[in-house]
């Protein structure tokens, strides 16, 4: 049996992203299990703590840092590859020994080679205009009207946050109007190639019918 190349084979995995991969926040943890230590230096805390993760046991190293100017510090998880301190984990299945023939990984972002789903859009300035947007609570539409100022919020933020709106969208019509501009251009090379391509068949058509009659007329001279 010959299948076409593209046919076939195993479905693509989709891209591992931070919005599409399960992930464990420190702070959760932290204020169930953990008090702040009393604050007698700058030093960090370290401690363990094991949690079930899908049936099986595991053991995440977690560290406290108290502030320098006061207050309970902060939590952090310690990735089990590079120790760097990090705020989430993220849980990949990796290939192991296990029964179900997976191993259940706690990483960092960076050591799970995970990438923020933003980074894979085209055209990112329509996402910025969205995020824009949608903090003063407009539509996330690129150049649909603005809402007006609500009371509680300052003039001068406002003004600093249309005018941001603004310089975002006249980059997203610029790159529209760029984006007709080789549409245009496309569509005229298009046209351009059909016609001569019309062109030149009636030109092969008008010198077949020419060669037709010149072979009859040169029977009938023999004949």
Known sequence: MII???VGGQPRRPRATVENTARIFVGDLARSLFTPPARE??????SAIRVV??????????????????????????CGTCSKKVLHLYLLLRDGDRPDGNRLACRCRRCAGITYK??????RGINRV?????????????????????QHVRRDYWRKSIA??????????????DMLV???????????????????????RRR???????????QGVRA
């Open 4 to 6: 076409p190349f593209g």
């Open 41 to 46: 230096g700058v030093e960090a805390t370290a």
């Open 53 to 78: 993760i899908n049936g099986k046991p595991e053991v995440l190293d977690v560290v406290h840092e108290p502030c320098n100017y006061g207050g309970d510090g902060r939590w952090f998880f310690l």
């Open 118 to 123: 933003s980074q894979f859009t085209r055209r």
């Open 130 to 150: 969205r995020r824009l947007r949608a903090k003063i609570g407009a539509l996330p539409h690129v150049l649909a009207p603005l809402p007006q100022r609500p």
């Open 164 to 177: 941001r709106i603004v310089a975002a969208e006249t980059l997203v019509a610029a790159e529209l109007r």
């Open 182 to 204: 080789r549409a245009r251009r496309r569509l005229r090379d298009e046209q351009r190639r059909d016609s001569r391509a019309r062109t030149a068949g009636r030109s092969d």
């Open 208 to 218: 077949d019918s020419q060669r037709s009659k010149s072979a009859g007329g040169s």
